[in-house]
């Protein structure tokens, strides 16, 4: 037990009061319980002390519960990051061992064998190594419980949000005339600047392209310093640090980032384009260096970036076969279809063409009339690559290899000028459009062909270029004013439906055999009126005679003047005729005359 005192002093008296506890009671929680009110003391007022004191007059004083914070703005310098890498070397061998050579290896992994610590270390990792097989091979660690339940969709309304805006860093703003996405990742954009219009370049302006980080809007991460302002820009798909670009004066122009930023191959003036290279595009090849251009000139140029001395192949855009090309300004090619190309016209007309034709004249497969302006962007279904988009005019329409005639789906005309266009990487149904009032308007044919799912207005200026990264999350809009956008589409845009694929297919095809059938009936009507112009020609015009006819119409003017000459010579045998059947009659008169005065004179 624990004894403790408590001593209270006082002027007059001293209190003691002495409690016990047990010690283990120590350190418990205290128990209370209900009881009735008590009065301690009552103090009663005294009147007296009233007399003392005024009444303070009334007032209002204001307090707040939260504490009081200032607020504070400053402009901090952004961090800049750089990427840098290292040569991994194998390790972990002793010093006398070189693990390039395989002899060394091989004498030291017989000496590690033979040791007994390493075959008790190897008995020991069997035995565990055993029973996690024999636990998989119990248990199906990849089996699905639930394998025709699907992901239920939210069905979120269709959105685009802002993530950054990269500027031209130059003093004289120029358009970025063509975005291309990092392949490995959507980390960088490669984005041309220049001045399209004709002499409409002011002085002093650069000339240098810039390579963006996403993640970084104020300085771009690589500079790209070309002979003369690119047109067009292209990452290599099979090697990420290799980028083709068409520029303004006709050249074609190699860079590879691991040797500065000037071009490392250049074609030669007089091998290459005499316009603008407004496209380049890479090739599927073994190599992955084939690439072709296209430009205004009506040429279109196969180059080997190895050796850009010359093309190696060259087509002339000829379809009338006229002698003079048809300006080119936008090109497609799918890998899937290594052969076949297609090429966009200033003229409005898409060009197909096949690569690996027999003779030069059958390289030029077909020609659709898509546009009554230039066509802008040209590019195939990813999923169903018979069926290709083109964007011109104030329409985008996307057409089927098999009708040549007409579009199978066309949008309504816009009131602004569409400048550029492609399709959705993951969604077959949805296809992008940019117009020259800043607008981007993405379109899906399985809900809305009328009118565009979403439209949003990216900057004040044209939009020039538009290109969507692989995974269909980010869209880059490259603006006149040298802005480069990047917006993020919501998950509505860019997330795959289980069946939509299998929808997109159905009324893909189901356009197009209503679009045969229409073109086989104005096709029947076409010749229907042919026909029936034809035979009202033939009616009006005289017929030529057969033979058989000749010699029936000679047969009949033979019987017609037969039988005219027959009536001619008729009155005179009737006059004849007559003349003798009268002459009896009047001798008999002339007798009966003479007669008469004999009969007079008997009388």
Request: aromatic share 8%; glycine share 6%; proline share 6%.
């Amino acid at each position: 037990q624990h004894r403790a005192a408590l001593h209270l002093t006082t002027k007059m008296v001293d209190i003691v009061y002495v409690y016990q506890r047990k010690r283990r009671d120590f350190g418990r929680h205290g128990y209370f319980s209900d009881r009735n009110a008590e009065l301690i003391v009552d103090i009663t007022p005294d009147e007296s002390q009233k007399e003392m004191y005024i009444e303070r007059d009334s007032a209002e004083n204001a307090v707040q519960n939260t504490k009081e914070f200032s607020e504070h703005e400053v402009n901090t310098e952004r961090f800049e990051t750089s990427t840098t890498g290292i040569n991994h070397t194998e390790g972990g061998w002793p010093k006398d061992v070189d693990p390039n050579e395989v002899e060394h290896v091989m004498r030291y992994r017989k000496k590690i064998e033979k040791d007994e610590s390493y075959v008790q270390a190897i008995l020991h990792l069997g035995a565990t190594v055993e029973h996690c097989i024999k636990q998989n091979n119990a248990i199906d660690i990849y089996e699905d419980y639930f394998p025709a339940s699907t992901s239920d969709l939210v069905l979120e309304p269709p959105s685009a949000r802002t993530i950054n805006v990269y500027k031209d860093p130059n003093a004289i703003k120029r358009a970025a005339t063509s975005i291309s996405w990092y392949p490995d990742g959507a980390r960088k954009l490669a984005v041309a600047y220049s001045v399209t219009k004709f002499q409409g370049s002011p002085d002093n302006v650069s000339l240098n392209s810039y390579i963006w980080d996403i993640e970084s809007p104020t300085t771009p991460e690589h500079t790209l310093t070309p002979s003369s302002p690119l047109v067009s820009l292209e990452y290599n798909p099979k090697d990420v640090h290799v980028l083709v670009g068409g520029q303004y004066n006709g050249q074609v122009a190699v860079w590879d980032l691991r040797r500065g930023m000037r071009p490392v191959e250049l074609s030669t003036i007089e091998k290459s384009h005499r316009d603008p290279v407004f496209k380049t595009r890479f090739l599927q090849s073994k190599t992955g260096t084939e690439c072709f251009s296209c430009s205004t000139d009506g040429q279109v140029l196969w180059w080997d970036i190895r050796n850009m001395a010359e093309p190696t192949e060259t087509l002339l855009v000829d379809v009338d076969k006229s002698g003079r090309g048809l300006g080119c300004c936008a090109l497609e090619f799918e890998g899937t279809m290594p052969t076949k190309f297609m090429v966009g016209t200033e003229q409005g007309s898409v060009v197909a063409g096949n690569r690996k034709a027999k003779n030069p004249g059958e390289r030029i497969v077909a020609t659709y009339p898509a546009h009554v302006g230039p066509v802008y962007a040209l590019e195939r279904n990813p999923f169903f690559t018979k069926f290709f988009l083109s964007v011109g005019d104030w329409t985008a329409r996307v057409w089927c290899e098999d009708i040549r005639e007409s579009p199978i789906i066309s949008t309504p005309p816009s009131r602004s000028y569409l400048t550029d266009g492609c399709w959705s990487p993951t969604r077959p149904g949805v296809f992008c459009t940019s117009r020259s009032d800043g607008y981007l308007d993405v379109w899906d044919i399985l809900f809305h062909r009328t009118s565009p799912t979403l439209s949003v207005q990216v900057c004040e200026s044209p939009i020039s270029s538009l290109r969507m990264q692989e995974q269909g999350r980010y869209v880059a809009c490259g603006a006149e004013d040298g802005s480069v956008t990047l917006l993020e589409l919501g998950e509505g845009l860019h997330r795959l439906a289980p069946s939509e694929k299998p929808a997109v297919s159905a009324a893909l095809d189901r356009d197009t055999a209503r679009e045969k059938l229409l073109i086989s009936r104005m096709r029947e009507i076409a010749l229907n009126q042919k026909q029936e112009r034809a035979r009202s020609a033939k009616r009006d015009e005289p017929a030529e005679d057969t033979p058989e006819e000749e010699a029936l119409k000679a047969a009949e003017e033979a019987f017609f003047s037969a039988l005219d000459d027959t009536k001619q010579k008729r009155p005179v045998a009737v006059a004849e005729e007559k003349q003798e059947s009268s002459a009896p009659a009047a001798a008999a008169a002339a007798e009966a005359e003479a007669d008469e005065p004999d009969a007079e004179a008997d009388e």
